[in-house]
């Protein structure tokens, strides 16, 4: 098993849309909890990080973390043409490495 | 800039040969990762440093690659007797102890003719 799965799409949606981004991971021990937008040939930005359960708020991004069921969200709002990247997930622990999804590849159509 | 660098940004190199990249990372980062990426593929830890101390290696790294951090700021990556399935985006990023939240440099694409 996998210690991080994430649907990797492709995700086409028109501009406006609300856009879910998912992760399930597989170590209850992971405490670390990041988003990571790459645009092609890039290195990977920081979009959000979290270290707890609920919800964190940051503009059109919303990160949620269900520690409970092992998943994790990003949630884009009013969505839009520059947020057409691919979007990964990082989970980990301090000290230790951390594991990234293979990714979810988004398109946002003017 | 502040950010994370790395150099050079692409190299292209024939089977066999040696290649070395650096990374630079942000100035008060006390944390600095590796990773390689392929085609539809999320990074890959490779292995880290803290300070000058290589403290985790993947089993990814082969006898082929070494890394260094000698005084604890930048580090380099070397591939020796470089194969095709080398070639891939080798990323480096940084972090603070705690929070270990990493900042990614742009990357170096290795292409192995």
């Known amino acids: 098993q996998k210690e991080v799965e994430q649907d990797p799409g492709p995700l086409s949606v028109p501009e406006g849309a609300i856009v879910s981004l998912n992760c399930t991971y597989s170590?209850?021990?992971?405490?670390?909890f990041m988003w990571y937008r790459q645009y092609s040939r890039k290195g990977p930005e920081l979009l959000m990080y979290?270290?707890?359960?609920g919800n964190k708020e940051d503009g059109r991004f919303t990160a949620q973390v269900d520690k409970s069921s092992k998943y994790i969200s990003l949630f884009i709002r009013d969505s839009q043409p520059s947020d057409s990247a691919t979007y990964l997930c990082?989970?980990?622990?301090?000290?230790?490495?951390?594991?990234f999804g293979t990714g979810t590849s988004l398109t946002v159509i003017p | 800039d502040t950010g994370v660098s790395q150099d050079p940004r692409h190299k292209i190199t024939k089977r066999g040969q040696n290649v070395t990249f650096r990374c630079d990372p942000i100035?008060?980062?006390?944390?600095l990762y590796w990773y390689r990426q392929t085609l539809g593929q999320g990074p890959e830890f490779l292995t880290y440093?803290?300070?000058?101390?290589?403290?985790?290696k993947s089993r990814l790294l082969s006898d082929r690659f070494s890394a260094e951090r000698p005084k604890g700021s930048f580090s380099t990556l070397e591939i020796q007797r470089t194969e095709q399935g080398d070639s891939a985006m080798y990323l480096c990023?940084?972090?603070?102890?705690?929070?270990?939240?990493?900042?990614f440099g742009p990357g170096t694409r290795l292409t192995v003719l």
């Open positions: 990023a940084s972090s603070l102890v705690p929070s270990d939240t990493q900042y």
């Open positions: 170590n209850s021990a992971f405490q670390y």
């Open positions: 979290t270290y707890s359960s």
């Open positions: 990082a989970i980990g622990s301090a000290g230790n490495q951390f594991y």
């Open positions: 100035s008060e980062h006390n944390r």
């Open positions: 440093f803290q300070n000058e101390a290589q403290l985790e």
